[in-house]
């Protein structure tokens, strides 16, 4: 069974930075994409960062110059530097993977969610 993993949030204070990490364990074939999106109270779900199995990357226009996505396929896991933290970053940041798994080929994982709470 395929598990995303996240960790790493927080309280901080506005200005401040938090690394999450999200580790995908079980029976993987492969990874394609992997990203973090966020949600907060009231809103959808949305995009935050993206990197490809190649290492291409793609922001929101608002953390692009403040957040940095990476990537380490040895260990199947995706990390999000986020520096400059403002008080609109606060969300429940969830992980994403695109993988390939033995019996049910390709689909869509999410992990359970980690809060980030920005603090004026």
């Known amino acids: 069974q395929v598990q995303l993993v996240e960790s790493g949030g927080g309280l901080v204070q506005a200005g401040g930075s938090l690394r999450l990490s999200c580790a995908a364990s079980?029976?993987?074939?492969?990874?394609?994409?992997m990203g973090w999106y966020r949600q907060s109270p009231g809103k959808q779900r949305a995009l935050v960062a993206s990197?490809?199995?190649?290492?291409?990357?793609d922001y929101a226009d608002s953390v692009k110059g403040r957040f940095t996505i990476s990537r380490d396929n040895a260990k199947n896991t995706v990390y999000l530097e986020m520096n400059s933290l403002k008080p609109e970053d606060t969300a429940v940041y969830y992980c994403?993977?695109?993988?390939?798994?033995?019996?049910?080929?390709?689909?869509?994982?999410w992990g359970k969610g980690t809060q980030v709470t920005v603090s004026s």
């Open positions: 079980g029976s993987i074939f492969s990874i394609n994409a």
């Open positions: 994403n993977a695109v993988l390939k798994a033995p019996v049910t080929g390709w689909g869509n994982y």
């Open positions: 990197i490809t199995s190649g290492g291409r990357t």
